[in-house]
């Protein structure tokens, strides 16, 4: 251990402390920022391991508030295309079909050909149900989460090649090219589509309404009950009796 002393100036009447280990006037060595050896083992000087604490300390304080800011950003980004519909004059929110919903679906479809739509396809099990059919068949939704999901289920079924998904509002698709149309609709939209539907499909075209029927039109066929119940419109019958009348 260092010895560290102070002896008078030796100039008469100077009244100054030098250091012994610089050289120095005590004062001015203090004055010089170097920390006298009974301060340091004082413990007035704080530790680098308090440091290094101390500066951990702040990047969690900075990392925590951006992983937060993320995760909701990320939470938005997920949730605003399912509140979104919600949102519209005419709500269709995404309720999954049933097993027997599906099933009464494909019944309907028996015995008919040509491209089949799912106006609101969800998370595509119409769409995937009935391209097992055989039918080529397209999904048009609006929540784009639903569209990348269906793709998705569409390639792990096998029918990727026979079906297509798209994100696109129902109000602004043309449907006359199809010969099927699947609607799970909601009360509130039934007359408007009812319209639009007279207006651009064919006469061997076959609407299939599911959980609630259409306003004006006569269902040909009718299968299941309750809210499993699904509803067929033929075009021809339609057009027909509106010629008679």
Request: overall charge neutral; glycine content about 8%; charged content about 20%.
């Amino acid at each position: 251990m260092s010895l560290r002393y102070f002896f008078l100036d030796s100039h008469p009447g100077s009244g100054n402390m030098v250091d012994s280990t610089s050289g120095l006037p005590g004062s001015f060595a203090m004055e010089r920022g170097e920390i006298p050896e009974e301060e340091r083992q004082s413990g007035h000087v704080l530790p680098a391991s308090l440091e290094s604490a101390s500066l951990k300390k702040n990047n969690w304080g900075l990392l925590f508030p951006g992983i937060l800011g993320g995760a909701l950003v990320t939470l938005y980004a997920v949730a605003t295309p399912f509140i979104t519909p919600a949102l519209r004059k005419v709500c269709l929110p995404f309720v999954p079909a049933t097993s027997k919903q599906t099933e009464n679906v494909v019944k309907m479809l028996r015995h008919r050909r040509g491209s089949l739509v799912d106006i609101g396809s969800g998370d595509g099990r119409i769409v995937i149900a009935a391209a097992k059919e055989g039918f080529p068949a397209v999904g048009y939704e609006l929540n784009p989460w639903l569209v990348w999901y269906s793709r998705y289920r569409a390639w792990r079924e096998g029918v990727h090649g026979s079906t297509k998904f798209y994100v696109s509002d129902l109000w602004k698709v043309t449907f006359a090219q199809y010969s099927n149309v699947v609607i799970f609709g909601v009360p509130q939209m039934m007359p408007q589509l009812e319209k639009k539907l007279e207006l651009e499909l064919e006469d061997d075209a076959r609407v299939i309404a599911c959980r609630f029927p259409f306003p004006h039109w006569t269902p040909d066929h009718t299968t299941g009950e309750g809210i499993d119940t699904v509803w067929a419109y033929d075009m021809s019958t339609f057009r027909g009796r509106e010629k008679r009348a």
